[in-house]
T-cell receptor
């Protein structure tokens, strides 16, 4: 089954404790992206990757890091999480062109205390 | 940079009635426009998209949207809603820079 998976689905952590949210897709997609969803703000793009070893900032990259060492994986790293990063995070992937459909993962709900 | 406005935060509609969700975008060139739906506790699913050609676009689940360049709008419509259409709907605009900008979303409640 074609899908985007994220782990963990739920995470409660404390300020400053480094964490990684994994994202994996099995569709051989070149493009992958991370979004955060906050009430009243919709989805905002954090980082995206056009291919292996090629990443770029979205609209809200501060406090986040990403890497794309393999085509299928695109982990999101919070090196020193803060409470304002409490949010619902989505990973998405697509074939690569802007016109291509993005397929979204189920989301990761992160709470930073 | 592109941006999207969804003027309606919440819409309540009766089952069987028609539905229209508004979306206005800001972008200098021809935009790529999308409507996504998010059911409770789920990820987003594409309903339809427009990037060229016929300005009336048909999507899944009986939805359609019309691109109006003169009004910078891409409104979503459904002639007769079902209880399963209760969800949050997002309009998004993309450009050639691989970025996708989403609106704040419209929550649709369907009453029996």
């Amino acid at each position: 089954e074609a899908q985007v998976t994220q782990n963990p689905r739920y995470l409660i952590t404390v300020t400053g404790k480094k964490l990684t949210v994994t994202c994996s897709q099995n569709m051989n997609h070149e493009y992958m992206s991370w979004y955060r969803q906050d009430p009243g703000l919709g989805l905002r793009q954090i980082y995206y990757s056009m291919n292996v070893e090629v990443t770029d900032k979205g609209d809200v990259p501060e406090g986040y890091k990403v890497s794309r060492k393999e085509k299928r994986n695109f982990p999101l790293i919070l090196e020193s999480p803060s409470p304002n990063q409490t949010s619902l995070y989505f990973c998405a992937s697509s074939l690569g062109r802007t016109t291509d459909t993005q397929y979204f993962g189920p989301g990761t709900r992160l709470t930073v205390l | 940079a592109q941006s999207v406005t969804q003027p309606d935060i919440h819409i309540t509609v009766s089952e069987g009635a028609s539905l229209e969700l508004r979306c206005n975008y800001s972008y200098g060139a021809t935009p790529y426009l999308f409507w996504y739906v998010q059911s409770p506790g789920q990820g987003l699913q594409l309903l339809l998209k427009y990037f060229s050609g016929d300005t009336l676009v048909q999507g899944i689940k009986g939805f359609e949207a019309e691109f109006k360049r003169s009004q910078s709008s891409f409104n979503l419509r459904k002639p007769s809603v079902h209880w399963s259409d209760a969800a949050e709907y997002f309009c998004a605009v993309g450009a050639n820079d691989y970025k996708l900008s989403f609106g704040a979303g419209t929550t649709v409640t369907v009453r029996a």
